[in-house]
Nanobody, 124 residues
Framework: QVQLVESGGGLVQAGGSLRLSCVAS????????MGWFRQAPGKERELIAA????????YYVDSVKGRFTISRDNAKSTIYLQMNSLKPEDTAVYYC?????????????????WGQGTQVTVSS
């Protein structure tokens, strides 16, 4: 079992930046691939970024490429999502999740543990 707690969300103007953090506790953090998801009102939860357990492989959905950066610090059991050039369409609840699958899972059902989410609101 692993527990995940996100932080760093808030209200920001378009063009601004936020850095989300997700701290893990419980089972050994370093064995998990990790992902950041988001869910906007009326929309399905989508994977926007993922990182392998060693941090040497990453995935980004097209809509955030070049603006968001996922990273991890296994010594701190923490992953981060640096979000730059934010747009109103980035407004959503952001969740971190952990996967026991090998490689770099990009399917929502392959993630085993979830945080409670943090709200990000981007005003125009």
């Amino acid at each position: 079992q692993v527990q995940l707690v996100e932080s760093g969300g808030g209200l920001v103007q378009a063009g601004g930046s936020l850095r989300l953090s997700c701290v893990a506790s419980g089972r050994t953090f370093s064995v998990y691939a990790m992902g950041w998801f988001r869910q906007a009102p009326g929309k399905e939860r989508e994977l926007i970024a993922a990182i392998s357990w060693r941090g040497d492989n990453t995935y980004y959905v097209d809509s955030v490429k070049g603006r968001f950066t996922i990273s991890r610090d296994n010594a701190k059991s923490t992953i981060y999502l640096q979000m730059n050039s934010l747009k109103p369409e980035d407004t959503a609840v952001y969740y971190c999740a952990a996967s026991l699958r090998l490689g770099l899972p990009t399917v929502t059902r392959n993630y085993d543990y979830w945080g409670q989410g943090t709200q990000v609101t981007v005003s125009s």
